[in-house]
């Protein structure tokens, strides 16, 4: 109950501030043990996907905290599972300033960030020092400075570094602010990053011992064709799991909005339909070949909800912490958990 009474201070601030704050005062609360006052209780619902235990199906998107310098409180809040990054071998600064836009009457974000992290190296030392042992997503990408026809070996080198410390590891081919990022989706290039990812991830279970699953990130913005040929390539390739979506460059939702010609991708309430009717092609497609991840626009637990009757078996959230808050953790847990007793 306490963020909408924290919300109209903290959007006086711009975005990104806001966003810096926000992470501050939930570190702080973490530390005086009052961080379940905010979010209230997560139902636990176990779901099996990757060849993971989930303890339940609502989990953290990538992006949030891009260098897993918050991963306990977070943690706390009562996700089944926190994913962090986009990370890239080198730190890189993103893109300048605005970058990070709130379209509060569409519950809406834009956002250019550019992978802006310090790099791989810090990342790990970051999840070194947490204390979380739960379900822990590591999202990779490539540096802006990488060629395009080189991103394989950013990917390579972001793999080899943090697959001893990921539960599972997604590959970001769909942000929107990284030139030239989303041709690795397409039908050639998506197939050779795909068998160099796999031929690696195989070369490192063997190495330590231990599988760790490779999911793939996708956009929104997919005909039908597209999403049948990255369906393919996923099963032909053995990949263990896909995110459907990221965010979208289509501005129809928001048409007359005064960000609406800011670049960048738009996330929140807008991108849901998109998002889900993605997850329904996909899973049509796929035929329960790999587990579906359902992120976009979720601002409720009956979005949530939504994403599994498209075809998901998990869920995450990011956009609609910022509307909603921690409370939608709880909500969602137990608006799924509902659903998939019911459907069980």
């Known amino acids: 109950m306490l963020y909408p009474l924290l919300r109209p201070l903290l959007f006086k601030f711009d975005a990104e501030t806001a966003h810096e704050h926000t992470l501050k005062m939930l570190d702080s609360a973490h530390r005086?043990?009052?961080?379940?006052?905010?979010?209230?209780?997560?139902?636990?619902?176990?779901?099996?996907?990757?060849?993971?235990?989930?303890?339940?199906?609502?989990?953290?998107?990538?992006?949030?905290?891009?260098?897993?310098?918050?991963?306990?409180?977070?943690?706390a809040l009562g996700f089944g599972f926190i994913e962090i990054g986009t990370i890239t071998p080198r730190p890189q600064d993103g893109n300048?300033?605005?970058?990070?836009?709130?379209?509060?009457?569409?519950?809406?974000?834009?956002?250019?960030?550019?992978?802006?992290?310090?790099?791989?190296?810090?990342?790990?030392d970051n999840v070194r020092r947490c204390k979380f042992k739960g379900?822990?997503?590591?999202?990779?990408?490539?540096?802006?400075?990488?060629?395009?026809?080189?991103?394989?070996?950013?990917?390579?080198?972001?793999?080899?570094?943090?697959?001893?410390a990921a539960s599972y590891v997604t590959v970001n081919i769909s942000s929107p602010n990284t030139k030239n990022l989303r041709q690795l989706q397409q039908g050639d290039e998506l197939g050779k990053l795909l068998a160099a990812l796999k031929q690696r991830q195989q070369m490192l279970a063997d190495k330590h011992g231990r599988y760790v699953p490779l999911a793939v990130k996708i956009a929104p913005d997919l005909d039908e064709e597209q999403i049948a040929e990255i369906a393919r390539l996923l099963t032909a390739n053995g990949i263990d799991g896909v995110i459907a979506t990221n965010t979208t460059l289509s501005r129809a939702e928001i048409a007359g909005h005064p960000h609406e010609n800011e670049a960048g991708g738009l996330s929140g309430a807008p991108v849901r339909g998109r998002s889900t009717a993605v997850i329904r092609k996909l899973a049509r497609e796929l035929d329960g070949a790999l587990p579906i991840i359902g992120v976009g626009g979720i601002l409720s637990g009956s979005?949530?909800?939504?994403?599994?009757?498209?075809?998901?078996?998990?869920?995450?959230?990011?956009?609609?912490?910022?509307?909603?808050?921690?409370?939608?953790v709880s909500e969602c847990s137990r608006a799924t958990a509902q659903y998939l007793q019911a459907r069980n």
Do not use: W
């Open 135 to 164: 379900v822990l997503g590591i999202n990779i990408g490539k540096n802006a400075i990488t060629p395009i026809e080189n991103a394989v070996d950013d990917y390579l080198a972001c793999l080899e570094q943090v697959y001893t």
């Open 303 to 328: 979005d949530a909800v939504e994403k599994l009757e498209a075809g998901a078996q998990l869920v995450q959230l990011y956009s609609g912490l910022i509307y909603r808050g921690p409370e939608l």
């Open 96 to 124: 300048p300033k605005p970058r990070l836009f709130r379209l509060p009457e569409h519950e809406a974000i834009i956002n250019r960030m550019g992978f802006n992290n310090r790099g791989v190296a810090a990342l790990l």
């Open 32 to 75: 005086l043990h009052l961080t379940q006052l905010a979010a209230g209780a997560a139902t636990r619902q176990p779901v099996q996907a990757m060849g993971i235990t989930f303890p339940n199906p609502v989990g953290l998107a990538a992006g949030l905290d891009k260098n897993g310098e918050h991963i306990d409180a977070l943690a």
